[in-house]
T-cell receptor, first 113, second 117 residues
């Protein structure tokens, strides 16, 4: 049973560009959350999707947007990249309730130059 | 709003020694608590969780944590560590969101555990 799959694993972008990161949740999971983890920091919640709608949002600017597809997979889009957007972006999925906790992917390492 | 404080940014112990990683949280409502472990260049793996019931929770690899509501703590302990336990450990808290238990996770800053031979 595959866990959470994220692509790509690494990405280098230039300031001002746009980026799309992808996430496939664990089989049976229908809720997807995205987190940003800066170097040496704990993950910070960006937003959460359920039933193709954004349900919760953290303290991130509108440059960060997302989407969830009917098959529960999700995309994170970041526009007008800044140097400070360089981080590990983690996707986490959840099934029915917190019984098994969130399952995290291995992340996408984004470097903005 | 909730917050999590991990009291030690780095902990270094010798192999087979006991270890405690400290976590305090702040919340005005009931919480669910988690410990995650992150190995280099990897995502987060769930170590253990407290949702309700017994305040002492255990993982399959020898870690345990105790939920202390009066002290708002959820410290992680292991009686005898191995070299392979070297990793970053994160404490996290969440609360019920609406009618579902799908609240966002709020993480501490992490504790780097180094186990020395």
């Amino acid at each position: 049973d595959a866990g959470v799959t994220q692509s790509p694993t690494h990405l280098i972008k230039t300031r001002g560009q746009q980026v799309t990161l992808r996430c496939s949740p664990k089989s049976g999971h229908d809720t997807v959350s995205w987190y940003q983890q800066a170097l040496g920091q704990g993950p910070q919640f960006i937003f959460q999707y359920y039933e193709e709608e954004e349900r919760q949002r953290g303290n991130f600017p509108d440059r960060f947007s997302g989407h969830q597809f009917p098959n529960y997979s999700s995309e994170l889009n970041v526009n007008a990249l800044l140097l400070g957007d360089s981080a590990l972006y983690l996707c986490a999925s959840l099934g029915r309730g917190l019984g098994y906790g969130y399952t995290f992917g291995s992340g996408t390492r984004l470097t903005v130059v | 709003a909730q917050s999590v404080t991990q009291l030690d940014s780095q902990v270094a112990v010798f192999e087979e020694a006991p270890v405690e990683l400290r976590c305090n949280y702040s919340s005005s409502v009931s919480v669910y608590l988690f410990w995650y472990v992150q190995y280099p260049n990897q995502g987060l793996q769930l170590l253990l969780k407290y949702l309700s019931g017994s305040t002492l929770v255990e993982s399959i690899n020898g870690f345990e944590a105790e939920f202390n509501k009066s002290q708002t703590s959820f410290h992680l302990r292991k009686p005898s560590v191995h070299i392979s336990d070297t990793a970053e450990y994160f404490c996290a808290v969440t609360t019920p969101h609406g009618s579902s238990n799908t609240g966002k996770l709020i993480f501490g800053q992490g504790t780097t555990l180094q186990v020395k031979p």
